[in-house]
């Protein structure tokens, strides 16, 4: 019964907002060898649902068709039935243009997103969906699938496509790069998209539902 439930969304940590430490930052990217890269960026459990895969596919049509020189850049742990993602991979000869970085540490995954030129979230389901919010509170933008609950959260700070559209994919990838005006619009936009979504109104709407049951 709808009368019964009440949404209350997660917020994004401040680490994402705050990540200001120069040294720092010059450090973790010289770590991951991308202190002289342009990146995209990726962050997520390598799982099918994540569909890396036809993020790959994407990407290498992205490199073929634009001829931008952008790495591309997972960041996550082996999931379940990851081994499709490494077959894509040899075969589309693209070993030499995408770093796996694995998990990064909780301090580090700020500045990756900081460094990247773009975050690209093809998900084919979320729950909710926080990489995308982290990369805009982060200042980078978004591109993202048009799917389960990622609109909600992007709202009309980021360029969503349908995750099985690879062309797309690859075109929204290249309006980014290629348009200064959008990327900097998208930025703006996505920094204020995630300014709503904080633990402080978290906590504030719990404890709303709760002095709601209890008739406080």
Do not use: H
């Amino acid at each position: 019964s709808e009368n019964k439930i009440e949404v209350i969304y997660p917020g994004v940590e401040d680490a994402f907002k705050n990540a200001d430490n120069k040294k720092l930052y010059s450090n973790i990217l010289k770590k991951y060898k991308l202190d002289d890269k342009k990146y995209i960026l990726c962050v997520g459990t390598m799982e099918p649902r994540k569909n890396i895969v036809s993020l790959l596919k994407s990407y290498q049509q992205f490199l073929d068709t634009y001829a931008m020189d952008y790495y591309l850049v997972i960041a996550g742990e082996k999931g379940w039935l990851y081994e499709e993602v490494f077959e894509i991979l040899e075969k589309l000869r693209l070993k030499d243009n995408v770093l796996f970085a694995g998990r990064v540490l909780d301090e580090e995954l700020p500045y990756l997103y900081k460094g990247a030129d773009l975050f690209v979230y093809p998900s084919l389901y979320e729950g909710f969906g926080l990489p995308p919010l982290e990369a805009m509170a982060s200042g980078t933008p978004v591109v993202t699938s048009n799917t389960s609950s990622l609109p909600e959260v992007v709202g009309d700070a980021g360029l969503m496509v349908s995750p099985t559209d690879i062309g797309g994919l690859a075109r929204a990838m290249f309006s980014v790069l290629s348009d200064k005006r959008l990327k900097q619009e998208l930025i703006e936009k996505g920094r204020k998209q995630a300014d709503k979504f904080t633990w402080n109104k978290t906590a504030a709407r719990t404890i709303q539902v709760y002095n709601k049951i209890l008739g406080v």
